[in-house]
């Protein structure tokens, strides 16, 4: 959407369930909790993000990087990808897990935006500015279930076109680039399967991407868990057919944040509602659902009809994202809303122009209002 404004923000608890088109096979998911977000996060967050927010919603357009010559991993990809991911630079929420055989512990960033799966993993030879994550990174050489897999496989092929070619009379590794919105924050290496462990669950032959080179802040995680609409997410490779989530707010005591799929995934009370989830060609591996209006204090804000709807082709549409705490709106929806906050909340505002947002109260005085 264009001319986007930041809304003040929330800290709320949030339960979405996702419903995807079908469930493929009855079985026992992996339920993970994760860790969640803390204030002096969202403050850091706020701090490195000020100028470049809305860099960070989902971008138009396939998802992923090419590459020419693959003969090496992440060697010879194209800094021009067909579109790049949303950013999960704020990595607010992660999970832990494991790979390999035996398994080595891994911290990934859960994003639901974007598709590829990855970790980082060590490499003697690669660029000294990668990030080091909270963990050591994943060493394909202590794995004996570590297969790489060749450039000219179709899952390689369709998850980014290139031309193989390996020189060496070894078959070429699938190569990639993966880079999220803004172009700061992305991955280079290649892709592989291998065995993924959630608590006491395993699956074998996950599609990951075992990255070379990352830069970006992932919020000291080592890699990023897409749970998008793409084949390669891994939501796909589950075959769960659905997920949901639960962030606990800020600060709760005895309340844990966690990630369900499957069967295990649906709502546990009568007073759940539900929402369809739309697909846009323009979002390809994104969640969007339909927004009516807004209300303040059950007055229905007088938003111009169609404002939020998802248009025939593919622009417009409400998307789902954790990458930020804060929501966006178009720019007139947002001068209503802004508007009537002020009226309703009747407080003194703070000038929030330095982290980048537009309507600010001091905490002393909401929790008075």
Not at 86 to 93: D, E, I, Q, R, V
Not at 295 to 310: E, M, Q, S, Y
């Amino acid at each position: 959407m264009a001319n986007r404004r930041v809304t003040h923000a929330l800290a709320v608890a949030l339960l979405v369930v996702i419903l995807l088109p079908r469930m493929v096979r009855p079985a026992k998911f992996p339920r993970f909790t994760m860790t969640p977000r803390t204030k002096q996060q969202l403050r850091k967050f706020f701090k490195n993000h000020a100028s470049d927010m809305a860099d960070l919603l989902p971008s138009q357009g396939q998802e992923g990087g090419s590459s020419d010559d693959q003969s090496k991993p992440g060697v010879g990809s194209s800094p021009n990808s067909p579109g790049q991911a949303p950013a999960t630079n704020a990595g607010m929420y992660l999970y832990s897990y494991s790979v390999g055989t035996p398994p080595q512990s891994v911290l990934g960033a859960l994003d639901i935006s974007s598709e590829l799966v990855w970790t980082q993993c060590s490499c003697a030879t690669c660029d000294d500015a990668t990030p080091s994550p909270a963990m050591p990174p994943f060493d394909p050489a202590l794995s004996t279930t570590m297969a790489e897999l060749p450039c000219t496989s179709s899952t390689c092929q369709d998850f980014v076109a290139q031309t193989c070619s390996a020189g060496t009379g070894t078959p070429a590794e699938c190569g990639y680039t993966y880079m999220y919105r803004g172009g700061e924050a992305n991955t280079t290496g290649y892709l592989a399967t291998e065995a993924f462990t959630f608590g006491a669950s395993r699956v074998d032959g996950v599609v990951f991407g075992c990255g070379l080179n990352s830069a970006g802040y992932f919020g000291g995680a080592a890699g990023v868990i897409g749970h998008g609409r793409g084949p390669l997410s891994l939501v796909s490779q589950l075959q769960a057919g659905r997920f949901s989530y639960y962030f606990a707010p800020d600060g709760s005591v005895g309340a844990d944040s966690f990630i369900r799929f499957g069967d295990d995934a649906a709502p546990q009370t009568s007073r759940a509602v539900s929402a369809p989830l739309l697909a846009s060609s323009d979002y390809p591996n994104a969640y969007l659902v339909g927004l009516a209006g807004v209300r303040v204090d059950g007055n229905d804000l007088a938003i111009r009809r169609g404002t939020f709807n998802l248009r025939k082709d593919g622009s417009g549409g409400v998307v789902l994202s954790i990458a930020v705490p804060v929501t966006f709106l178009e720019e007139s929806a947002y001068k209503l809303l802004r508007q009537a906050l002020v009226s309703r909340i009747g407080l003194p505002t703070v000038n929030g122009s330095a982290l980048s947002l537009d309507l600010c109260y001091t905490s002393q005085s909401l929790a008075t209002a």
